[in-house]
């Protein structure tokens, strides 16, 4: 068995802990805003259910079926299981990656990555469908989100920009010699 690196705790458990803790506490503060127990969410993809908050953002009551942004909802049950068994796996390969990511910002956005699909696989477990509430349409992005969603984007940023700067740096290498 590999050895963990000195921060794996840090990058490896602290922060995909922290993601799912808030995702998850997000959610039950959402279903119970809108008195929807989890275990009705699958049953009821769309109440229809939405809270206008500002201009720009609302909350609007969606169980995801599917994956991201509601993609392949069409086998239900097939896709629960097989979708939580993908993220483990995911999540399991990312953590293999991060003991060995030397780079702080790459270990930063695996864990956010680990960490938001680690808490929608528990939604997809244990529910059946993923509860999304965040609702941007009032601006034009029609998708509705959560927290766990967020997470991976904010770590799929980081490892554009890591690739970018990875790639600056490479470049101003070159350039020297």
Same mark, same amino acid.
């Given at each position: 068995?590999?050895?963990?690196?000195?921060?794996?705790?840090?990058?490896?458990?602290?922060?995909?802990? $922290?993601?799912?803790?808030?995702? =998850?506490?997000?959610? &039950?503060?959402?279903?119970?805003?809108?008195?929807?127990?989890?275990?009705? #969410? $699958?049953?009821?993809?769309?109440?229809?259910?939405?809270? @206008?908050?500002?201009?720009?953002?609302?909350? &609007?009551?969606? #169980?995801?079926?599917?994956?991201?942004?509601?993609?392949?909802? @069409? +086998? &239900?049950?097939?896709?629960?299981? $097989?979708?939580?068994?993908?993220?483990?796996i995911m999540c399991t390969v990312l953590l293999v990656w991060l003991?060995? @990511?030397?780079?702080?910002?790459?270990?930063?956005?695996?864990?956010?990555?680990?960490?938001?699909?680690?808490?929608?696989?528990?939604?997809? &477990?244990?529910?059946? $469908?993923?509860?999304?509430? *965040?609702?941007?349409?009032?601006?034009?992005?029609?998708?509705?989100?959560?927290?766990?969603?967020?997470?991976?984007? *904010?770590?799929?940023?980081?490892?554009?920009?890591?690739?970018?700067? =990875?790639? =600056?740096? @490479?470049?101003?290498? +070159?350039?020297?010699?």
């Amino acid at each position: 068995m590999p050895k963990l690196r000195k921060k794996f705790w840090l990058y490896g458990w602290l922060i995909p802990a $922290a993601v799912v803790a808030f995702d =998850q506490l997000t959610k &039950a503060w959402a279903l119970n805003k809108f008195a929807m127990p989890h275990n009705i #969410c $699958a049953l009821n993809p769309y109440p229809g259910l939405e809270i @206008e908050v500002s201009p720009i953002v609302d909350l &609007a009551l969606v #169980c995801n079926l599917g994956v991201s942004f509601g993609l392949f909802r @069409e +086998h &239900a049950d097939i896709g629960r299981y $097989a979708l939580t068994a993908f993220a483990i796996i995911m999540c399991t390969v990312l953590l293999v990656w991060l003991n060995k @990511e030397k780079s702080k910002l790459v270990s930063v956005s695996l864990g956010f990555i680990i960490g938001g699909a680690l808490g929608n696989a528990i939604d997809r &477990a244990l529910y059946g $469908a993923v509860t999304d509430f *965040i609702n941007f349409s009032d601006i034009g992005f029609k998708w509705v989100f959560n927290v766990a969603d967020m997470a991976i984007n *904010i770590g799929v940023a980081g490892l554009l920009l890591s690739m970018f700067l =990875q790639w =600056q740096a @490479e470049k101003r290498t +070159h350039k020297s010699t």
